[in-house]
Nanobody, 115 residues
């Protein structure tokens, strides 16, 4: 059974940092290109980072480049997202999934950034 469990969110002030984790199980994590997504109420999920299977091919949209760092531990089947210099507009529920979002969605983890 495929399962994605996100954690690490919280409420922080602008300029702070958080490290999100995604524990994956039930599929070949080390063979799957993984991504982080975020969603705000009334909007679709947007991809904010993706990482190659080997962990050396990250991609980010311009909106988060330089502040978000994706990484993975293939031995532990965990995907990470380090978020630095948080801004209020980063407030969202964050999810992990494959690059094409083909896996069942987890519950996500809420990130709330106050000004």
């Amino acid at each position: 059974q495929v399962r994605l469990v996100e954690s690490g969110g919280g409420s922080v002030q602008s300029g702070g940092s958080l490290r999100l984790s995604c524990a994956a199980s039930g599929f070949l994590f080390s063979y799957t290109v993984m991504s982080w997504y975020r969603q705000t109420p009334g909007h679709e999920r947007d991809m904010v980072a993706s990482e190659s299977v080997t962990g050396d091919g990250a991609n980010y949209p311009d909106s988060v480049k330089g502040r978000f760092t994706i990484s993975r531990d293939n031995a532990e089947n965990i995907l990470y997202l380090q978020i630095d210099s948080l801004k209020p507009e980063d407030t969202a529920v964050y999810y992990c999934n494959s690059l094409r979002a083909t896996l069942p969605w987890g519950q996500g983890t809420q990130v709330t950034v106050s000004a």
